[in-house]
């Protein structure tokens, strides 16, 4: 496994948020990122997630698509980048970089509404 601590990992995540593009970037409101080193129990619990199974990242919040003129005083969304289950699955870090922006692309794509299936279709963000 990778040799990646936490604060290294927490400067991925940064420079993966930094490379969303502007005009995507611009649109995203009330988000925060954080990092994690892996999914708690509940988000295990709700995603029904089995055993043997990685998250390298998860969505939480309203996305962009659901919200309507009501979507207003609420917390802000979370996109969770998850460090332990990268650091199993990749092999080197230029590897573990490119799965820590595709990632973090991946969750912004949620918050926009994207289902999987979309996004398999737009290239498997």
């Not at 988000?43 to 659901?66: A, D, M, N, V």
């Not at 573990?96 to 979309?118: I, N």
Request: hydrophobic share 40%; aromatic share 10%.
């Amino acid at each position: 496994m990778l040799n990646v601590n936490e604060d290294q990992f927490e400067l991925l995540v940064s420079d993966a948020i930094d490379a969303i593009p502007e005009k995507y970037f611009k649109k995203i409101k009330n988000v925060v990122f954080v990092t994690a080193n892996e999914p708690t129990p509940e988000q295990i619990q709700k995603l029904r997630l089995l055993p043997g199974h990685s998250l390298f990242g998860l969505y939480e919040g309203i996305p962009l698509t659901s919200r309507n003129s009501g979507y207003n005083l609420v917390l802000p969304d979370k996109i969770t980048i998850f460090r332990l289950p990268m650091l199993s699955y990749c092999k080197d870090e230029i590897s573990l970089k490119g799965q820590v922006h595709k990632t973090v692309w991946h969750e912004v794509a949620h918050y926009f509404g994207l289902s999987h299936e979309a996004m398999d279709k737009l290239g498997g963000i």
